[in-house]
């Protein structure tokens, strides 16, 4: 069974400083996808950025980046420059083994409520 | 352009009434899905559907009901309501992007309690 760990509850960051959101995974599969959702008080998740098992690479989307550590199983959502809009809450998420397309089957994790302090 | 519009925002039930929950996308996505959000938990995945005319189930399909009623509209049916399915109710839909992976495109939910 796919289970998806945030540890953090909250978090509070002043203003433009760099924020890592952590996430660990577990799963036997050797082919999985690993996403981070974007919740902001508006209450619609918003994608945010994808990491397959085999991509080689941090995957990076503007100033998102995945922290991709494999043999840890760990996932960490780092934002660079953060910014208050950036206050919301973040969702890590797993997707099982084969990428079946229109079947995007995800388990979620509990998610991180982050605070941007001005 | 909506995305994805689920209505009603906010609903209250008496336990054993029934209700449908609304959704539509104009993204011409195939694939759609119903999540539920409770406090201290991820979302779960509740129903989804594949493409018109087929759905499944996902890990929390009891009590629930649902209907491809075409390409744009899946609707989540409660027929007996419980206590328990007091909850935030999100639908999906999903696009593949750079064919690696589907991207979910959400609703703004669907704030549902049972009393």
């Known amino acids: 069974a796919q289970k998806i760990t945030q540890t953090q509850p909250g978090m509070f960051v002043q203003e433009k400083e760099a924020v890592t959101l952590d996430c660990t995974y577990d799963?036997?599969?050797?082919?999985?996808?690993l996403f981070w959702y974007k919740q902001p008080s508006s209450g619609e998740m918003i994608f945010l950025i994808y990491?397959?098992?085999?991509?080689?690479q941090n995957a990076t989307e503007g100033r998102y980046s995945l922290n991709f550590q494999k043999a840890r199983k760990s996932a960490n959502l780092v934002i660079s420059a953060s910014q208050l809009g950036d206050s919301a809450m973040y969702f890590c998420a797993m997707r099982e083994a084969t990428p079946n397309f229109g079947n995007e089957k995800l388990t979620f994790g509990t998610g991180t409520r982050l605070t941007i302090i001005p | 352009n909506a995305g994805v519009t689920q209505t009603p925002k906010f609903q209250v039930l008496k336990t054993g009434q029934s209700m449908t929950l609304q959704c539509a996308q104009d993204m011409n996505h195939n694939s759609m899905y119903w999540y539920r959000q409770d406090p201290g938990m991820g979302l779960r995945l509740i129903y989804y559907?594949?493409?018109?005319?087929?759905?499944d189930k996902g890990e929390v399909p009891n009590g629930y009901n649902v209907s491809r009623l075409n390409k744009r509209e899946f609707s989540l049916r409660l027929e007996s309501a419980a206590p328990s399915q007091t909850s935030v109710y999100f639908c999906?839909?999903?696009?593949?992007?750079?064919?690696?992976?589907?991207?979910?495109?959400f609703g703004s939910g669907t704030q549902l309690s049972v009393l």
């Open positions: 559907s594949a493409s018109e005319g087929t759905t």
């Open positions: 799963t036997s599969d050797q082919s999985y996808g």
């Open positions: 999906a839909s999903s696009a593949r992007d750079r064919g690696i992976y589907e991207k979910l495109f």
């Open positions: 990491q397959g098992s085999y991509d080689e």
